[in-house]
């Protein structure tokens, strides 16, 4: 059983940084795709990042040039590092994992909140 943790969410000033951290633990293999997601209240959840373990990574518009994601595929673990964070930033944070033969692995999610 893969087990995601998530760590790092919090309240911040808007133009604030955070950085969320997710560790993956159980039978991994080493071609996956790791990444974040994030639902805010009332809302669908959204892409927010995702990087393969070879490095490839992807974000939407909305994040680009703001989030960097990156991962240590030793430790199996994915970072989200978050700047200039704005009050629609705000929402639940959840990492997860896609990797071959199984269903998409989920974190328990993480609160980030953007406010003065």
């Known amino acids: 059983q893969v087990q995601l943790v998530e760590s790092g969410g919090g309240l911040v000033q808007p133009g604030g940084s955070l950085r969320l951290s997710c560790v993956a633990s159980?039978?991994?293999?080493?071609?996956?795709?790791m990444g974040w997601y994030r639902q805010a209240p009332g809302k669908k959840r959204e892409l927010v990042s995702s990087?393969?373990?070879?490095?490839?990574?992807n974000y939407p518009d909305s994040v680009k040039g703001r989030f960097t994601i990156s991962r240590e595929n030793a430790k199996n673990t994915v970072y989200l590092r978050m700047n200039n964070l704005k009050p629609e930033d705000t929402a639940v944070y959840y990492c997860?994992?896609?990797?071959?033969?199984?269903?998409?692995?989920w974190g328990q999610g993480t609160q980030v909140t953007v406010s003065s």
């Open positions: 159980g039978p991994i293999l080493n071609i996956n795709t």
């Open positions: 997860y994992l896609d990797q071959r033969l199984s269903t998409t692995q």
């Open positions: 990087i393969t373990s070879g490095g490839t990574t």
